[in-house]
């Protein structure tokens, strides 16, 4: 149990806090895109990586909330590069549109964070897709797509390594038996919302792991991998009353927010990930995810049930 801080091979713990794990780590000359930056680990990632010299883009929906966060890191720390830009992830147009700016921008882009994330009562995003599915997994898969040109160009120019990383959770486990409900994804007389919740968390380990197959097949010098941050106390779920439950029980016994954001920075930032991609990780070290997260045709079946819904066109083409 974390409790007891007992450090694994990297050297750290579930105690471990973010500033701990990225201790030395310079950053500068990096810039890093962070979704769901506004709140909770996201947030302290933002900062962590701040106070590393990384120029981050808090990727936000709400973005007077973003620029308070800003404005509060910058009030800690004065030299830090921090940008907020809004994004909502529920929304394909949104999503386009960050990434039409973030292109505009001529910005080079060597870390994406894919942290932002929902829980709550079903339902149907702007898309018409379940809301889960369609904020934690389609959101930002589509967003990955869409700057991956961006980073090859980054990696190249500065022959630094890209990574992406999916924050998932090890609510994944409590999947639909099947794992992925694809023509099941908006029925609401089915629906739990512990079970669409971790269908989307499952969902972010299978979009890191096959995306990680085909960037090693391409031979770009970019990884991808997924995480469980631990059980913390955020706002994440605060439509919901189970959640909120297990929220004010875990003042008591749950990490807090530094050493959630810690497997986040450590994955981002460390050396010791260096040219790891498609594992999965927790307390900033490998762990094992469940069998179905290690489906290698059930990560191909989502990435094309993936692509017919943000890109239908590209269907034929995909690998």
Known sequence: MWIFGWKGPSGYSARSTAEEVTQGIDGTGFTAIVTGA?????????????????HVIMAVRNVDAGRGV????????????????ELDLSSMASVRKFALDYQSSALPLNLLINNAGVAGPFALSQDNIELHFATNHIGHFLLTNLLLETM?????????????????????????REGIRFEKINNESEYNTIQAYGQS??????????????L???GVQITANSL?????????????????????LGKFFLKNVAQGAATTCYVALHPQVKGISGEYFMDSNKAQASSLAQ?????RKLWDFSISLTDPKQLGCSA
């Open 152 to 176: 090859k160009k980054t990696s190249q120019e500065s022959n630094a390594e890209g990574r992406i990383v999916n924050v998932s959770s090890r609510g994944h486990h409590f999947a639909y």
């Open 228 to 248: 469980h941050p631990g059980a913390i106390v955020t706002n994440i779920a605060r439509h919901h009353s189970i959640f909120n439950v297990l929220s004010n």
């Open 216 to 218: 090693k097949e391409e």
């Open 38 to 54: 506004s709140s909770g680990i996201g947030m302290e990632t933002a900062r962590v990586l701040a106070l590393r010299g990384v």
């Open 70 to 85: 800003k404005e509060a890191i910058l009030k800690e720390l004065p030299s830090a590069k921090i940008d907020v830009m």
């Open 295 to 299: 489906d290698a045709e059930l990560c």
């Open 201 to 214: 968390k499952l969902a972010n380990i299978l979009h890191a792991n096959e995306l990680a197959r085909r």
